[in-house]
């Protein structure tokens, strides 16, 4: 039961971490897969092959240099939600051990999907805020927080999975939040 829990706070913290930057977290599955750090799913350990891990890195390489181009990196979160959305489901499925197949899909999806759709939405907001207050001036310090938060987070997902659950619940906490004041500006 235990790895089931773990497997869970594993999928859950590199679902938020799709949130800010889809393949981060992939390549970084892909790699701890690679190298024999994490058993995946039996039909998902193609992610934790060679020409997967070399895709993956290409990927994440581009989309990370994309993110300071002015004006894509607008255009980039605009496909980024529902992409973040399919890729924090199949990161929580790809992970999650020892439940039946319904009760696994019913999880990527709320917790995986749900958890980095959020995140996603938020950091496309926030980036969108950016461009309109800075004329996208401050876009390269919102990819570089963005980007570092990624890797933080699928780095502490990957290695203390329990703990990338605590920080999963105080982003979640600042989005509520700068939802909340984005709200009552608006109005």
């Not at 995986?112 to 995140?119: D, E, F, I, L, R």
């Amino acid at each position: 039961m235990s790895e089931t829990i773990i497997s869970i706070c594993l999928g859950i913290g590199l679902a938020a971490s799709v949130g800010f930057r889809v393949f981060v977290p992939l390549f970084a599955l892909s790699l701890t897969a690679y190298l024999g750090g994490w058993e995946l799913n039996e039909s998902w350990q193609w992610i934790g092959s060679l020409s997967a891990l070399i895709v993956l890195g290409v990927a994440t390489v581009v989309e990370i240099c994309a993110y300071y181009i002015p004006y894509v990196d607008n255009l980039l979160d605009s496909v980024a939600i529902p992409l973040a959305a399919i890729a924090g489901t199949a990161v929580m499925v790809s992970t999650v051990a020892d439940l039946s197949p319904v009760v696994t899909w019913a999880l990527a999806i709320i917790a995986g999907g749900g958890t980095a759709a959020a995140v996603a939405g938020t950091s496309g907001a926030a980036r969108l805020t950016s461009t309109a207050t800075t004329g996208g001036v401050a876009n390269p310090v919102v990819s570089t927080v963005e980007t570092g938060t990624a890797v933080v987070m699928s780095a502490i997902s990957i290695v203390f999975p329990v703990i990338a659950i605590f920080l999963v619940i105080i982003i979640v906490a600042v989005i509520f939040r700068f939802y909340k004041k984005f709200k009552s500006r608006k109005a």
